[in-house]
């Protein structure tokens, strides 16, 4: 081999070890680039993703059954509206003030029953005694109506005869005529013994109107009776007296110095 030969062969050998250097150092860049603690993180990684999965999962399922119940959910507020309406519709004919039906027979400081107890013993503390039953012939009366008027009854009368007159204010006042009805059903049917000294007289003169033909079985009150809380004797309680006459939930009679007002249903 000659020295030219020699040589050629020396720096082909320099360059493949050159090569061969080369690529170690680029095995050894890429080692310290991605250490064995790689690893470790993307295996939280792979966890991390794995969670996400099961979170974007059960929120598909959550939607799909909210998707499944807006046509149940569309019923019910069908529902709800036409309940609303039906409650809306009944409203207009109930006034604000419902008071509770019991028996009042002290409308004023002159009326009421006294328990026999408060004569005989003055000075104790004493306790009210039940109403007194009422007779068997007195029980086919009941309790007195509540026949209320309806806005279309009230609009169909002349803005004359309406006035200022609301439906509120109308059934309100048929509330204090069932009121004033009643009280004096408990005074007719009292024994004297339960009645105050000075009641007697009025439960007598009450029974004599009772009696008669055009109050018999029937419920009414006097006109002297309208004493509140929202119907009085002025000029917007005779107007509410009027509509209910014109509308044929009342009739009037004169009865000796008494002008009585009777309950009656309307036709």
């Known amino acids: 081999m000659d020295l030219k030969q020699a040589g050629s062969s020396l720096d082909s050998l320099i360059s493949s070890f050159n090569t061969r250097i080369a690529e170690l150092q680029e095995l050894v860049i890429a080692r310290n680039m991605y250490p064995a603690s790689s690893v470790t993180d993307l295996s939280a990684v792979d966890s991390a993703l794995k969670g996400m999965e099961l979170q974007v999962k059960a929120i598909k399922d959550r939607l799909h059954e909210e998707t499944e119940a807006i046509p149940k959910a569309k019923k019910l507020i069908a529902k709800s509206l036409r309940q609303q309406k039906k409650v809306q519709s009944m409203s207009v004919y109930a006034p604000s003030y419902l008071p509770e039906r019991t028996a009042t027979l002290n409308l004023d400081s002159d009326r009421g029953l006294v328990p026999e107890a408060c004569k005989q013993q003055p000075n104790q503390s004493t306790m009210v005694e039940e109403p007194a039953a009422i007779p068997k012939e007195k029980k086919s009366r009941g309790s007195p109506p509540l026949w209320y008027i309806t806005a279309s009854e009230l609009d169909s009368l002349s803005s004359y005869m309406r006035g200022r007159l609301t439906l509120e204010k109308v059934n309100a006042a048929i509330n204090d005529m069932a009121t004033y009805a009643e009280a004096n059903a ?82």
Not at 190 to 201: D, G, M, V, Y
Not at 210 to 223: I, P, V
């Open 186 to 267: 408990q005074l007719i049917a009292a024994p004297k013994k339960k009645l105050a000294e000075n009641q007697w007289e009025r439960a007598l003169e009450l029974r004599d109107i009772a009696t008669t033909e055009s109050t018999k079985g029937k419920h009414f009150f006097l006109e002297t009776d309208m004493k509140g809380p929202s119907l009085k004797l002025d000029n917007t309680g005779k107007a509410i007296l009027t509509v209910l006459r014109h509308l044929g939930r009342i009739s009037e009679t004169r009865m000796g110095h008494h002008r009585v007002i009777i309950l009656l249903k309307p036709q």
